[in-house]
């Protein structure tokens, strides 16, 4: 069974940084696109960033372009989320997920919090 961490997570003023990871457990995490996921209070849950399994393609929403990189290791089986320029629009849970044709996997959550 495959399971998600996120960790990294935190309370940062505006204009700061963090490094969000996601560890994954069990093998063959270099076949699977990853992707960061977040979810305000009352919002639906969006899409923030993806890679592939090799990590040659990247996709970012456009609210985080030029401020968020979407990084993975696949020897430590690990997705990275670097989060620079952090806005307080930034504030949400953000997910983990792993996919591979059918299967889906998420992680639990990570806390990001942007004061003004």
């Known amino acids: 069974q495959v399971q998600l961490v996120e960790s990294g997570g935190g309370l940062v003023q505006s204009g700061g940084s963090l490094k969000l990871s996601c560890a994954a457990s069990?093998?063959?995490?270099?076949?699977?696109?990853m992707g960061w996921y977040r979810q305000a209070p009352g919002k639906q849950r969006e899409s923030v960033a993806t890679?592939?399994?090799?990590?040659?393609?990247?996709y970012y929403a456009d609210s985080v372009k030029g401020r968020f990189t979407i990084s993975r290791d696949n020897a430590k089986k690990t997705v990275y989320l670097q989060i620079n320029s952090l806005k307080p629009q930034d504030t949400a849970v953000y997910f983990c997920?792993?996919?591979?044709?059918?299967?889906?996997?998420w992680g639990q959550g990570t806390q990001v919090t942007v004061s003004s």
């Open positions: 890679i592939s399994s090799s990590g040659g393609n990247t």
């Open positions: 997920r792993m996919t591979r044709g059918s299967e889906d996997y």
């Open positions: 069990g093998s063959m995490f270099s076949l699977y696109a």
